[in-house]
């Protein structure tokens, strides 16, 4: 039984259901069954309904076939359409009577055509698109989060664009424009012969970290690998460290 197609997904009491077709026949595999009947085990659960009833090995109601699974490739059986009733019947369970019902009606509409069957390829293209759309969405809530938490303006808005970016392909909130050159205050101390330490005590004696003398930015620590605020100076600081030095 080779070249199964898959043509139509659905949940059924959070259990993912696959329905595969090859010349007009519907199947499922047991272990689905198992776990919409709510086995514990789900295979075994349904062997042991065929090992007691072996006239569900005939191919009008299941056949054995070799599928692949994240374990690997590995035996399967697939029950076809009146196989799925039986082993439904057979579990005389409340659940089996409504998933029977369930199933009925979309094999139905699948063969009458008022049911959109999704070929493998488009469900995978489908699967796929659905995860990355996913992944995205976690990746521009992270960055709204990080936004939420700084006090720098400018952060916020490089945060508020990626997280665009990320969702609609572009940047539709634009990027913060950089119009003032900046220094460090290892830089600064560099100019005029003194230890950024040096700086850092002189702008806090003095008042110097305001918005007339530089800007609040994040940079990666000198002394780990996280993220931290550091204070860099506009030209016009350069002239005020060299009257305070």
Known sequence: MNNLELVKSFNFNDVKCDIYSKDNEVFMTG?????????????EGINKIVSRNEYLKDKEFSAEVKMT??????????????????ITMLSKTETGK????????????????????????????LTAEAKLNNSKARMASVLMKLAEKTQIPEFKQVCCSYASAVIAGKPIIPLPEVNKKTYSATEIGDMLGVSANKIGKIANQYN?????????????SRYSNKEV????????????????V
């Open 98 to 125: 409504k998933f029977r019902k369930v199933v009925r009606g979309i094999i139905k509409s699948l063969r009458k055509g008022e049911n959109k069957i999704i070929r493998t390829s488009e469900y995978q293209r």
């Open 229 to 244: 605020e550091t204070f860099r100076y506009y030209d016009n600081a350069i002239q005020k460290f060299k009257e305070l």
């Open 31 to 43: 272990e689905q069954l198992g776990k919409v009947l709510g086995y514990q085990y789900a295979r």
């Open 208 to 220: 110097i970290k305001t918005e007339e003398y530089g800007k609040k930015f994040y940079d990666k």
């Open 69 to 86: 699974s994240p374990s690997g490739i590995q035996n399967t059986r697939l029950f076809t359409e009146d196989g799925i009733y039986e």
